[in-house]
Nanobody
Framework: QLQLVESGGGSVQPGGSLRLSCAASGFTLDSYAVAWFRQAPGKEREGVSCISSSGSSTNYADSVRGRATISRDNAKNTVYLQMNTLEPEDTAVYYC????????????????????WGKGTLVTVSS
């Protein structure tokens, strides 16, 4: 079965950190760019970060820039999103997506050519 599975979400206090993981099964991620999106209650889904297939290029939404780091381990078929200094506004369901590469993908936050979505992992930031 071809799927992406997110993990690592949970409840954390403001200022805390979490590392989200996105693991692929049934296919290899190394030919895909991978994006993280999030959707907060009552809000539209937004792009958080994107990483190229090789890991050499990354991009971040302004809302998380400087607090988030995306990385990948193609040998483990997994992409990570390290989130630091979490804020209540980061509360959302976080989804990863496998993106067929296209010109300008990273610059445009990998919003097109999405072949696979994960089911999401919930991050709650609250005191």
């Amino acid at each position: 079965q071809l799927q992406l599975v997110e993990s690592g979400g949970g409840s954390v206090q403001p200022g805390g950190s979490l590392r989200l993981s996105c693991a692929a099964s049934g296919f290899t991620l190394d030919s895909y760019a991978v994006a993280w999106f999030r959707q907060a209650p009552g809000k539209e889904r937004e792009g958080v970060s994107c990483i190229s297939s090789s890991g050499s290029s990354t991009n971040y939404a302004d809302s998380v820039r400087g607090r988030a780091t995306i990385s990948r381990d193609n040998a483990k078929n997994t992409v990570y999103l390290q989130m630091n200094t979490l804020e209540p506004e980061d509360t959302a369901v976080y989804y990863c997506a496998a993106v067929r590469p296209y010109y300008g993908a990273i610059h445009s936050m990998c919003t097109r050519n999405i072949d696979y979505w994960g089911k999401g992992t919930l991050v709650t930031v609250s005191s």
